[in-house]
């Protein structure tokens, strides 16, 4: 809380044009104390729900010198802009206001004017204004009974509880078969406001929709025009990943991880670069020569570190060929110094990694004969990669592993951190449905059916807990609070139509492997939710501005 006293002392000199005279200075002053005031009851900051809220504050005011409250003048305003423009809320000592700005971050502040001596004093509060669909979980499935999409939202805020709204986005066109979102974050800096990014998979279709205060379907990924190339790909161009993903951080400047590089990885392209205000890509880099026209088809995630709040790190990633079956990064021959990736007319282009003998897994599969069933990047400081990987017999291993995070792009280092084979201990694994790996933990999340399995596979423990019906996805959760140590799943019952939504905690310290219930979030649902995804973001200029189009229409 900031206290600022502004005096504001008139003096004066009068020079009198009379004659000449003797004065005696008898010695008597008469001086008026100065009355100082001390304001109480402001709280330090509010978060508060726009068009729902109501904020309601009575401050407590404190006088050195009695004096009749008619003789102050009150002021509560916002200021913004360089020239401090001042949007005056109330003139009342008391203030009770009905929440009308749209959502954002504001200062408010109260004044009060002492009006026989002209002081002033100055008390001001951070206020964080948002909506129901600003901050928390969108849940996206199908209608039960039904294939046509639907998204529901556990909308969270500061201090009170949740709130799971039905059906928050209401699609005008026919989507159906949800399958999953794909999310940038919140922009943080308004010169790449317009670059945040939400798309929603569908069996048929990637839609992006807006992602602040409200949903509104805007245009499929392939009529966006981001990617165009002379190059032979899968048409229309599906949408599979973005990288690299949000991460967790103490404002949204951090948590907005593809601000300063973006890539894409669709059916059969990668693209990557630097956008700035317009995203385009011109040159998939999914190949093995310059001038190579034939693409390898990409398995849908770059492996990078998921924890940096860095939002100019350079990103090194490695990605799988799942026709060659192998591991491999970006080639870069050129003499020059090439800080990001391949961008519109740049060259790019992959190349195939060496292994060398005692390492403890090799990047090409083929030696071994082995296939990538699942990659997740890890959160954790250090940023590990995980890839869950299977042979022709049905064995399985995970291998762990870290991508360089420097260097320049004539020489970085990609490290092999260790192979470990899932052994008998992990019960019914070739039958899991979902997978999620644990960033503070060597465990491995699975389910069958409605069991969820928590497995350490340097120890071979196994721990295991009956969520009561079919779990429909399971995913590491350290977006919203930033624990390594979280997971949120889903679960559906068909037969009575109803779910649940639940965070949970892998427990047991560095000797033991639990699953741990987190009673406070656990949320009800109507729906088979397929995928979950944390989203904190306001409207950016695009979105406000639809909206203003939008308001206009209606009046």
Not at 34 to 60: C, F, M, R, W
Not at 436 to 458: E, P, Q, R
Not at 507 to 516: A, L, Q, W, Y
Not at 536 to 549: M, V
Request: charged share 20%.
């Amino acid at each position: 809380m900031i206290m600022k006293k502004i005096a504001y002392i008139l003096t004066g000199m009068c020079l009198l044009l009379f004659p000449a005279c003797e004065i005696e200075d008898k010695g008597h002053y008469d001086y008026t104390p100065l009355n100082e005031l001390t304001i109480e009851g402001i709280e330090s900051a509010y978060h508060l729900l726009a068009q729902v809220d109501d904020l309601n504050i009575e401050p407590k005011i404190t006088a050195s010198v009695p004096t009749d409250e008619a003789n102050y003048e009150y002021s509560w305003f916002f200021c913004s802009g360089s020239d401090h423009q001042h949007t005056q809320i109330s003139t009342e000592k008391d203030l009770h206001w009905s929440v009308t700005l749209n959502p954002g971050n504001y200062t408010l502040y109260f004044q009060v004017k002492d009006k026989s001596s002209e002081l002033q004093w100055i008390e001001s509060t951070d206020i964080t204004i948002t909506t129901d669909y600003t901050t928390g979980f969108l849940l996206l499935g199908d209608e039960p009974g039904s294939d046509r999409l639907r998204m529901d939202m556990i909308m969270t805020r500061i201090g009170t509880d949740t709130l799971v709204g039905e059906r928050v986005f209401v699609p005008e066109t026919d989507l159906r078969n949800a399958q999953g979102m794909v999310y940038s974050g919140s922009a943080g800096m308004s010169m790449f406001d317009n670059l945040k990014t939400l798309f929603i998979q569908t069996a048929d279709k990637d839609v992006k929709i807006t992602s602040g205060t409200y949903f509104k379907e805007l245009d499929e990924f392939d009529e966006l025009n981001i990617i165009e190339t002379d190059v032979s790909h899968m048409e229309p161009i599906r949408v599979k990943e973005l990288f690299p993903h949000p991460t967790y951080g103490s404002n949204t400047a951090q948590t907005y991880r593809a601000r300063s590089m973006r890539g894409y990885i669709t059916e059969d392209m990668i693209v990557m670069g630097q956008p700035l205000t317009v995203e385009y890509f011109a040159t998939p880099i999914n190949k093995y020569s310059e001038t190579s026209t034939r693409l390898f088809h990409p398995y849908p995630l770059a492996f990078i570190p998921g924890g940096s709040t860095s939002t100019t790190q350079i990103v090194y990633p490695i990605f799988y060929d799942m026709d060659a079956q192998c591991f491999v990064t970006i080639e870069r021959t050129s003499t020059t110094s090439f800080a990001y990736t391949p961008t519109y007319k740049a060259t790019g282009y992959c190349k195939k990694m060496d292994d060398h003998a005692g390492e403890p897994f090799p990047w090409d599969q083929t030696s071994v004969g082995r296939s990538l069933v699942y990659g997740e990047n890890g959160y954790k400081s250090g940023g590990d990669s995980y890839a869950l990987m299977v042979d022709e017999s049905g064995k399985y291993f995970i291998y762990v592993f870290k991508t360089a995070t420097s260097g320049t792009w004539l020489s970085f280092t990609h490290s092999k951190r260790g192979s470990y084979p899932i052994e008998a201990t992990a019960q019914n694994f070739d039958q899991a449905s979902h997978y999620a790996f644990l960033s503070d933990k060597y465990v491995i999340l699975y389910s069958v059916g409605s069991m969820l399995y928590a497995y350490d596979y340097t120890r071979q423990q196994l721990a295991s807990m009956d969520m009561g019906a079919e779990i429909t996805c399971l995913e590491t959760e350290y977006l919203s609070a930033g624990s390594l140590t979280d997971i949120i799943l889903a679960t559906f019952d068909e037969g009575t139509g109803t779910g649940t939504v639940r965070k949970l905690t892998i427990g047991g310290g560095n000797n033991n492997v639990t699953i741990e219930e987190k009673p406070k979030e656990i949320w009800p649902v109507t729906m088979r939710v397929k995928d979950i995804l944390w989203k904190n973001s306001g409207d950016n200029t695009l979105e406000t501005d639809l909206l203003a189009e939008s308001n206009d229409e209606t009046e």
